[in-house]
Structures are given as C-alpha cells and as structure tokens.
C-alpha cells in the first residue's frame, strides 16, 4: 500500500534530543491541539519486551554479545541498571549498540530499582531465584501497588524463599535464591510475565520446569532462549526448560508492535489518515491487535516477512472481545477502546479482568478516558462495553500514570477531538517511547507543547 505522502524522520537519537529541548518527554502535562489525519511513515522504538529479556538473557549467558535497537525508554534502562548492580559488563558501543558480557558474578550490590517496568521486576526476579544470594527488589509508587505474588508463589515453590508487603504487593521484594528444584506450574491467569519468570528460573533448577496456561501467551523468552542454547519445548501452551548454561549471542531488537497500534488507530480516526510503520516484530502474540482492527474492517496490512504495518482510514463496526484475544492485547486495549468509539455498533470486552493490575487499573482508567472525550461506556468486572459512533471532543485526561492512557488521549487529541486535549502524567510516557510527542507532530501537522 503506497503512501501519498510519505514523511521522513530524523534518527531516534536525534528525536530524543530535539524531545529533550522542548520539554515534552518530561512535561508533566501536555497539551495537543486537534484534529487532524495521520499521514506518513516511520519506525518506533526497539520491542520493549525483547529488550528486557535480551539484556536479562545477555546477563546470565557466558561471554560477550552485542545488543542493536535496544529501547530507549526509562523502563529498560532500570533493567540495564539492574544487571550492573550484578557485576555484569554493559558498555555503549555507539550508534545505539550494547556490548554485554556475562555471566552475572554475583548478588546485587544494591537495591534493584525498577520504576515503573513491571515486565522488568517480575522477569529480574525469576533471574534472582535463579541466583545464590540476597536480592532486593523495588519499584515507583505505582509498581509497588501492584500484585507480585503470581510470581512469588511459584518462586517459592520452587526453592526460593520470596518476602514482601502484606497482601502480596511489592515495597520492596526480597529474594533469597539458590537451590532450585523444577516444577509444573499451571498459572490462573495467562501471563507472559510469570511463564517468563519461572522459565529463566528454571534455567538453574534441578530438573525440568514446566508451565502450563490457560491461553498461549507472547513466546519472547521461547524464542530467545533458543538463540542463547537454552534447551526449552514449547507444546501449545505446555512449555518447559532445562537446566543449563547459556551462550552469548549478538541481538537485533525490531520495532515494537504495541507502539505501532497507536499509529495504526490514529490513521483510522480521521478521514484521510494514511500510515505505514517498518521493521516491526512479527513473532507469535504480537500482532493480535491486527486481527481485531480488521475484525472492526480497517483497511490494514502486516506483512510478516518485513515487518510492515500499513493502514488507511476506514468505515469501523463493533465487534466482541473475549478472554481468549486478550492475551494478546493486554497492552492495546485502551487504544482499540478509541477505535471502538468511533466504530458502527456496541463493542463489547469481556475477560479482561488482568488489565485491572496494570499501571493503573487499565479498565478503570480506559472508562474514564473514554467517558472524558465524549464516548457512552459501561464498565464491567472484567471489561467494558463500549457505544460506538460517537462524536470525540476535546478532553483533559488523567492518565493516572499509565503511559498507554497518555498516548492513546494524545492521538485521540490530535486526529479525533478539534481544539486542546490536556494530558496529566505524560511523563509516564518516557518509559517506553521517548520521542512520541515528536512523531505525534510530524505525522498529524498538529502542536503538542507542556500544560501549565
């Protein structure tokens, strides 16, 4: 699909940059002045999820490889910090590379801080069990409201001992490792995070470690266990690792998908919108939130030999979102939520009851969203059943620091609502796209500067 007006943009580094002098990555609110369609190309910032698991991986395998397209946002770099506090060599090669050298020598040295990255705190302390020493784990005011005890009680269950706050939520969590026996353990929820965490465990455990889900989940850790020559089966959702020693290995980082679905919506909120997004991931679990726009009738293209997401705007119908697609679209939802406000019919999510224990409460906070840019919702247990066909409005949103709130209210601003959207807590942003008030303007003509 040829763009009509295809834009280029300035590299990653010097987006960062140019975000940094304006002030808009830091803002605590921003304002974005709408409506207009999404027009032209780009490419977003390294998979955020790869990006965990290749430094953590990279940590635990002996020798040396060299990390390209790692992401840049706030919640990776706590992970990089992490893995200094081990021991493990991390240096910048330049041209946005990392040379990390395992294994990991020895214990933290100090309290391992991870922000806002839930991913990386759960994934760290599957690492940490793995590990004969004392590890202390922490987190930002909204990570430590957060529930860890999905992943401290298959931890311990395997050996480690595992304390924290009362009631399972972390602030902070202590970890004594070492000594590992292999499990099969069959979480209540589909989550890639815990299957993540037992896996890399496992890695030191004595025997096989297998878990078992209700739903398939996004197969990250799989696939590069398998580059690093970890020995790991993967049967439906049945999957289970060996013991062993990794090896060093060189990763290339592609782009992330679930940054990409911001663009894919903003080029169907308006007439005209026209966006193409290059070298994204294309493995299993990644690109579900394709499948549920073209359910809605999006003119929308991924090709998976490429990596290219290409969409046109389109005339959207409702549709149904059941527990069994949510796995692979915890990190969408609020913006196929817009999608869904705009679209023909009554959309219904149902099953999604996981999004309550994310950033914020991602079906609270997605209600009222949707609620403050004029659309008629009705929030559910475990969902939100949405009335299409509305009529956007200008809003000012409460992201509640959940930065996929802020970038869903920030394209709805600036293709959907005409006049000014305020953003509170855009800084959260900068944990996973630094840049995204950037490529916001470049694609829309639309102004985006700090709130007072």
Not at 297 to 316: C, E, H, P, Y
Not at 323 to 329: C, K, L, N, T, Y
Request: charge should be negative; glycine fraction near 12%; include cysteine.
């Amino acid at each position: 699909m040829p763009l009509a007006c295809a834009q280029r943009h300035p590299p990653d580094g010097e987006l960062n940059v140019m975000d940094s002098i304006l002030g808009l990555d830091s803002a605590a609110s921003l304002r974005v002045t709408g409506a207009r369609p999404a027009r032209g190309s780009l490419r977003v910032p390294g998979d955020k999820s790869i990006s965990h698991r290749a430094l953590l991986l990279s940590a635990i395998a002996r020798g040396a490889g060299t990390i390209t397209g790692l992401s840049l946002g706030q919640d990776v770099t706590h992970t990089r910090r992490a893995i200094e506090r081990f021991g493990v060599s991390v240096a910048d090669l330049g041209d946005g590379r990392l040379r990390v050298e395992g294994p990991i020598r020895h214990e933290p040295d100090d309290v391992l801080d991870h922000g806002n990255a839930g991913t990386g705190i759960r994934l760290t302390a599957g690492v940490c069990a793995g590990i004969d020493g004392l590890s202390v784990l922490t987190g930002d005011q909204y990570l430590r409201r957060r529930p860890m005890d999905r992943v401290a009680e298959p931890l311990r269950a395997m050996g480690a001992t595992v304390d924290g706050r009362e009631g399972g939520r972390l602030a902070p969590m202590v970890i004594r490792g070492g000594n590992l026996t292999g499990i099969t353990y069959a979480p209540q929820q589909a989550s890639a995070q815990v299957k993540s965490a037992l896996l890399l465990a496992g890695l030191s455990a004595r025997g096989t470690t297998t878990v078992e889900e209700i739903h398939p989940t996004r197969r990250h850790t799989e696939e590069m266990l398998q580059q690093f020559g970890g020995r790991v089966r993967v049967d439906g959702a049945r999957v289970s690792v060996e013991p062993g020693e990794l090896t060093a290995t060189d990763i290339v980082v592609p782009g992330d998908p679930s940054q990409a679905a911001f663009w894919a919506v903003a080029a169907l909120l308006a007439d005209q919108g026209e966006v193409v997004v290059e070298g994204l991931y294309t493995g299993f679990g990644r690109s579900d939130f394709v499948q549920i726009l073209e359910r809605m009738g999006a003119d929308i293209s991924f090709d998976l030999t490429t990596g290219t997401l290409a969409v046109r705007s389109s005339r959207l119908r409702a549709v149904e979102i059941t527990a069994e697609d949510v796995p692979g679209i915890v990190d969408e939802v609020p913006v196929l939520a817009m999608a869904a406000a705009v679209a023909e019919g009554t959309t219904v999510i149902s099953g999604a009851a996981e999004l309550r224990a994310k950033e914020s409460d991602r079906i609270a906070s997605t209600a009222a969203m949707l609620r403050a840019f004029g659309a008629q919702v009705t929030e559910t247990e475990d969902g939100i059943v949405i009335e299409g066909g509305a009529r956007l409005r200008p809003a000012r949103v409460d992201s509640h620091g959940d930065h996929r709130i802020a970038m869903t209210a920030a394209v709805v601003g600036a293709c959907a609502a005409e006049g000014d959207t305020v953003i509170e807590g855009w800084d959260s942003v900068a944990t996973s796209y630094p840049g995204f008030a950037r490529h916001l303007m470049e694609l829309t003509g639309t102004t985006a500067e700090p709130a007072a």
